[in-house]
């Protein structure tokens, strides 16, 4: 079975610009997360999508959003890119519970750096 | 608000020693725990858990320790082996609301094992 798959891997951007995430659940996980990881701030929740529904949510501004799609495939998009957005953004997937006894599957990131 | 907390940002044990990696928590209501390896361009893979009915958990080399009036749990690693050098993280689901995909990790704490 193929893990989760993110893309792009690497992305480069300037300020202000905007940026289009993807990820791939495994087959069969209907609830898809993304993190952010930064050196100072270590992993943060940003967001969880079940069935195209948003059901969490992290404390992060607006510029930062997501989607899902029928097939579970998902995308994260920040708008008006700021040179602190640079991270490691992970996605993870799960069937689709509560995350209490179910555990996440990351994907291997995309790495953003915002010049 | 860091609600867990990996104290310790590195540690270095000899190939064959015991590796023990140590987590604190400030919410008593978290119940569940996860600890999460992480490579250099990966992305986390989940090792091992527990449950807050429980004080311990083995799985192979892997044991985890939960002392819960003390509201720390630890990770130990017997024997230790280079392939172990990674960053490991602790991770709890949300408590107080709803935890769909939103895990709490702590800040990860290096360990590097030489031959």
């Known amino acids: 079975k193929a893990g989760v798959t993110q893309t792009p891997r690497y992305l480069i951007k300037t300020r202000g610009q905007q940026v289009t995430l993807s990820c791939s659940p495994i087959?069969?996980?209907?609830?898809v997360s993304w993190y952010q990881q930064t050196p100072g701030q270590g992993l943060q929740f940003l967001f969880e999508?079940?069935?195209?529904?948003?059901?969490n949510k992290g404390n992060f501004p607006g510029r930062f959003s997501g989607r899902q799609f029928s097939n579970s495939r998902s995308e994260m998009n920040v708008s008006t890119l700021e040179l602190g957005d640079s991270a490691l953004y992970l996605c993870?997937?799960?069937?689709?519970?509560?995350?209490?006894?179910?555990?996440?599957?990351f994907g291997s990131g995309t790495q953003l750096s915002v010049l | 608000d860091q609600q867990v907390k990996q104290n310790s940002p590195s540690l270095s044990v000899q190939e064959g020693r015991i590796s023990i990696l140590n987590c604190d928590y400030t919410?008593?209501?978290?119940?569940?725990f996860l600890w999460y390896k992480k490579y250099p361009a990966e992305g986390p893979t989940f090792l091992i858990s527990?449950?807050?009915?429980?004080d311990k958990n083995e799985d192979g080399r892997f044991t985890v320790f939960l002392n819960k009036s003390a509201k720390h749990l630890s990770l130990h690693i017997v024997p230790s082996q280079p392939g172990d050098s990674a960053v490991y993280f602790c991770?709890?689901?949300?408590?107080?609301?709803?935890?769909?995909?939103?895990?709490?990790f702590g800040q990860g704490t290096i360990l590097t094992v030489h031959p």
């Open positions: 999508y079940f069935s195209e529904t948003q059901r």
């Open positions: 919410n008593s209501m978290f119940d569940y």
């Open positions: 993870a997937s799960q069937t689709g519970g509560k995350a209490t006894n179910e555990k996440l599957f």
């Open positions: 991770a709890a689901p949300y408590a107080g609301g709803t935890s769909y995909g939103k895990l709490t």
């Open positions: 527990i449950s807050s009915i429980k």
């Open positions: 087959s069969g996980h209907r609830s």
